[in-house]
Nanobody
Framework: QVQLVESGGGLVQTGGSLRLSCAASGRTLSGYDLGWFRQAPGKEREYVAIINWITGNVYYADSAKGRFTLSRDIVKSTVFLQMSGLKSEDTAVYYC????????????WGQGTQVTVSS
């Protein structure tokens, strides 16, 4: 099992930036993908971005392309989601999740961090 702890959420104005962090522990991350998801009030949880721990390849949802950047620090076993050009529709609880590469399901989840974008 991978333990995940998110941080970095907060209140930001439209057009502003935030960097979310997700610290992983409990298992070696080789062979895992780490992803960010978000859930807005009254909406289903949606995928934001995912990174393969070994290759560093990153995939983004259309809503994140061009505004969000996902990266990793291998030494610290931490992934970062740099968000810029934030919009009100980015307001959500952001979750970090882990899955074994090749799996379709995410088995490990963090507790989430709130991001609120105000106009």
């Amino acid at each position: 099992q991978v333990q995940l702890v998110e941080s970095g959420g907060g209140l930001v104005q439209t057009g502003g930036s935030l960097r979310l962090s997700c610290a992983a522990s409990g298992r070696t991350l080789s062979g895992y993908d780490l992803g960010w998801f978000r859930q807005a009030p009254g909406k289903e949880r949606e995928y934001v971005a995912i990174i393969n721990w070994i290759t560093g390849n990153v995939y983004y949802a259309d809503s994140a392309k061009g505004r969000f950047t996902l990266s990793r620090d291998i030494v610290k076993s931490t992934v970062f989601l740099q968000m810029s050009g934030l919009k009100s529709e980015d307001t959500a609880v952001y979750y970090c999740a882990a899955r074994r590469s090749g799996s379709t399901s995410y088995d490990d989840w963090g507790q989430g961090t709130q991001v609120t974008v105000s106009s």
